[in-house]
């Protein structure tokens, strides 16, 4: 694979992850650029290793891993932005709700899990290609690390619009998220 292909790759591969940061970034009410850069770090780090999983995987079991990771994606998205859209409303009945300023660690991991599963499916792919595995898990890696930085700024703007309802939105995100995923496998 080349250059250009693998940037589009990775550029591709980071789309999901930077939809969810732009609604994480809105629910933080103005994340700072530390925290922005922090959640980058996280989804581009995970991001980074899925594609190695799966192609270690794609080497061993090929079709048990394509059969259920469409699923396992939709349930933790599901899950995800349930929560997200219950505190949401939680804090829309608080009278003076405290903004958080930034995500529990737990919560960015699994949210960078459940939107990195298609870069496992990916790994799965690429491990049938002669291409350097580690260069490209590294580029989608760096890309996604990027679009996350940048989508967590773009949220920032976006989150002291819409109030006490970015979280809501954000889960909603999160959730369309999955139920994409799994409308493409299905």
């Not at 899950?79 to 608080?94: C, D, K, N, P, W």
């Not at 995500?103 to 990916?122: E, Y």
């Amino acid at each position: 694979m080349n250059l250009s292909a693998t940037l589009i790759l990775a550029f591709g591969m980071s789309m999901d992850a930077f939809a969810a940061s732009i609604g994480k970034g809105a629910a933080l009410h103005k994340p700072r650029f530390r925290e922005a850069l922090r959640t980058g770090i996280i989804f581009g780090t995970i991001e980074a290793i899925t594609p190695l999983v799966g192609w270690g995987l794609g080497l061993v079991a090929t079709r048990y891993i394509l059969q259920w990771d469409h699923w396992v994606a939709f349930i933790l998205l599901l899950f995800l932005g349930i929560r997200m859209i219950y505190e949401g409303f939680q804090s829309a009945q608080e009278e003076a709700p405290a903004t958080a300023s930034k995500h529990s660690l737990g919560l960015l991991i699994c949210t960078a899990i459940a939107t990195s599963l298609d870069a496992m499916a990916i790994g799965v792919g690429l491990a049938f290609l002669q291409v350097n595995i580690v260069h490209t898990a590294m580029m989608i890696g760096c890309a996604t690390m990027i679009m996350v930085t940048i989508g967590m700024l773009i949220g920032r703007f976006i989150g002291p619009m819409l109030g006490k309802k970015a979280e809501v939105l954000g889960g909603l995100v999160l959730i369309g998220i999955g139920c994409n995923i799994l409308y493409q496998h299905l």
